[in-house]
């Protein structure tokens, strides 16, 4: 079985706020990356990042997506979605929101209430996922993933655990449902132990290192918030935990479609991305009212 060979290290990612509530360090994006990363376009690891107490909500206000998915996954905090199409929730360590904003959503993301009093550390991951044209106006969806909901899978030799969020592994099938089939894992490895991948020859795969190092095909080492980005062609990866280490990997197949993106809005063409600004300025996403807002902080969180 041939190996796949590392294509990409990303050791130095940029670091930006999104909103006042995200300190983020940005190790994939389609506007530096291109249609390599294919199907995904976007990848921002939040934190770790200590917030002290406070009495006004940090995050993100209102605003539009259309032609992907959004997943969010939280390691620690607690996180509160709301979006035009009428879904609402919160996500705690281990949860994951996966909400496919297809033909257009506002939706905004806050630290929760609670979180937001108590403060402390949080660490999320945001990752999007491109659609391909035929689903890019589909009716919005949104998914809550629980921490409980998601397979944790031993892996052999004591190795660690994996958890399955999407698509498949040693038969394991994780609830998210998505346009496009990938493969998102949560991996704990033991330090000193080692993990072999399989994929299928073709497919994108990158492995974002969240804490501790990992040695990947006996070649280059990363740390925390460093990533390696492998060739679609071969089908093996050797990783070797050098300390514990907790990794995030993503694996799909690509979408061999023409690429427009501006700001949220992700399409096949510059008209499309015309038409999604026109949308968005007419209202046609919906609407998220300020007095609304108010309304539902106030219902979950008192």
């Known amino acids: 079985m ?13 670091a930006h706020w999104v909103g ?33 107490p406070s009495d006004r909500r940090r995050g993100v206000g209102q605003h539009p997506h259309r032609g992907f998915e959004t997943v969010t996954i939280v390691y620690q905090g ?12 919160s996500i705690g360590p281990g949860d994951v929101q996966w ?17 937001t009093r108590s403060g402390g550390l949080f660490e999320a991951v945001q990752l999007w996922v491109n659609l391909p044209a035929k689903d890019k106006m589909s009716l919005p969806r949104y998914q809550t993933l629980r921490r409980a909901e998601i397979p944790v899978v031993n892996l052999p030799k004591q190795a660690g655990h994996l958890r399955v969020i999407a698509g498949e592994y040693a038969g394991h099938h994780g609830p998210a449902q998505s346009f496009t089939p990938v493969n998102v894992w949560d991996v704990e490895l033991v330090d000193g132990k ?13 492995i974002l290192v969240l804490r501790g190092q990992a040695r990947f095909n006996d070649t280059e080492t990363l740390a925390e918030a460093q990533l390696v980005q492998f060739s679609r062609e071969g089908q093996h990866i050797e990783i070797n935990a050098v300390e514990a280490a907790h990794l995030l990997v ?19 063409s510059s008209d499309e991305i015309s ?28």
């Open 194 to 206: 080692q993990l072999s991948l399989t994929f299928d020859n073709g497919s994108m795969t990158a």
């Open 99 to 115: 909400m496919s904003a297809a033909g257009g959503v506002l939706h905004e993301e806050f630290h929760s209430r609670n979180f």
């Open 2 to 14: 041939k190996a796949k060979s590392i294509s990409q290290l990303v050791r130095h990612p940029s």
């Open 275 to 302: 038409q999604a600004i026109q949308d968005y300025q007419a209202g046609r996403l919906g609407v998220l009212s300020e007095a609304d807002t108010r309304l539902y902080h106030d219902k979950h969180n008192h």
């Open 250 to 268: 993503l694996n799909g197949e690509p979408i061999n479609e023409p690429i427009a993106s501006y700001g949220p809005f992700v399409m096949n």
């Open 20 to 52: 006042d509530g995200f300190p983020v360090r940005n190790v994939m994006s389609v506007q530096r990356d291109g249609a390599r990363i294919s199907p995904f376009l976007l990848l921002d690891y939040a934190g770790p990042y200590r917030f002290a």
């Open 78 to 89: 607690e996180l509160e979605h709301r979006d035009s199409a009428g879904n609402s929730g």
